[in-house]
């Protein structure tokens, strides 16, 4: 009988998958100072962002996607 993966849930965590199988992740530098960062730079960092190529498949492959 073949065992079944783990989900790391570090990634768990980290990263989305949407409908369509993309993997969503949050864009760095929000964490904290954003006293001193002007709200153009706050607004588009909150946007998520997709990952690309081969982060996709290290990421899936962490997911148990």
């Given at each position: 009988m073949a065992r079944k993966g783990k989900t790391h849930r570090g990634a768990a965590k980290r990263f989305k998958v949407t409908g369509t199988g993309k993997i969503v992740r949050r864009k760095a530098c929000m964490g904290h100072k954003t006293?001193?960062?002007s709200s153009?730079?706050?607004r588009r960092l909150n946007k998520p962002a997709?990952?690309?190529g081969g982060n996709e498949a290290r990421v899936k492959n962490l997911l148990n996607n």
């Open positions: 006293g001193k960062k153009r730079v706050k997709v990952l690309s």
